[in-house]
């Protein structure tokens, strides 16, 4: 069951305290420079809005801006530090792709491939989560976490091979080569021993390998 949440608004349509995400998003959705932040009890939701909400810069974020804003995650405790974060980036559909990981802990990009032309988001995003698993792999690494904000490509690694439906073009063969040689990799590796969590982009804001493009 999700453990319910407060939301702490300091500048917004209407600041004060909600109960829910969705009210909370309604009060700082198109508000410039909307400051707000998850609490999980009331009680320390209460006294954030009664205090100064500079103290918690670290975790604010503005979603009419899509501003980049540093954020420590140390400060959110649901999040495991030590793993790898992925995504992927596409400037159409399809269009120049790439993808990327990062460590959490240090924000330090541990791998970075692209752009390849004539691809698609969750392919990247699906190729993100193979590059990390066999990077950790090859370490010898089977504990480290992998966090992704797309739903779609963690269900690919579930059901075992990706389920693209990109079409082959002159151009990105080698993105069907990569395909290619992520599949054969699952099959072999099947099932994953590295935990696969999605990203709480609503609560914690963009996953840290975020290429900044929204």
């Not at 410039?32 to 609490?39: I, L, Q, S, V």
């Not at 980049?68 to 959110?76: E, H, K, M, R, S």
Request: charged share 25%; aromatic share 10%; glycine share 8%.
């Amino acid at each position: 069951m999700a453990r319910r949440k407060f939301y702490v608004v300091w500048v917004g349509h209407k600041p004060g305290i909600y109960d829910s995400w969705e009210e909370c998003q309604a009060q700082v959705t198109n508000f410039p420079g909307a400051k707000f932040k998850a609490f999980d009890d009331q009680t320390t939701a209460t006294l954030a809005y009664r205090g100064d909400s500079s103290e918690h810069l670290g975790i604010l974020r503005s979603i009419a801006s899509h501003k980049a804003v540093a954020v420590n995650y140390a400060a959110i405790p649901e999040i495991v530090l030590d793993s790898i974060a992925v995504d992927g980036a596409c400037a159409k559909n399809p269009g120049p792709m790439e993808y990327q990981g990062v460590n959490v802990r240090t924000g330090e990009q541990v791998f970075h491939v692209g752009p390849l032309e004539d691809g698609t988001n969750n392919v990247g995003e699906y190729l993100a989560l193979i590059h990390a698993l066999a990077l950790l792999d090859k370490k010898g690494d089977t504990t480290t976490p992998i966090y992704s904000d797309s739903r779609t490509a963690i269900s690919w690694i579930k059901k075992g091979a990706h389920r693209s439906t990109l079409a082959p073009t002159a151009k990105n063969g080698k993105i069907f080569e990569l395909l290619a040689r992520a599949d054969k990799w699952l099959l072999a590796h099947y099932p994953v021993k590295n935990p696969i969590f999605k990203w709480n982009t609503d609560e914690w804001g963009e996953i840290p390998a975020d290429f900044g493009r929204k």
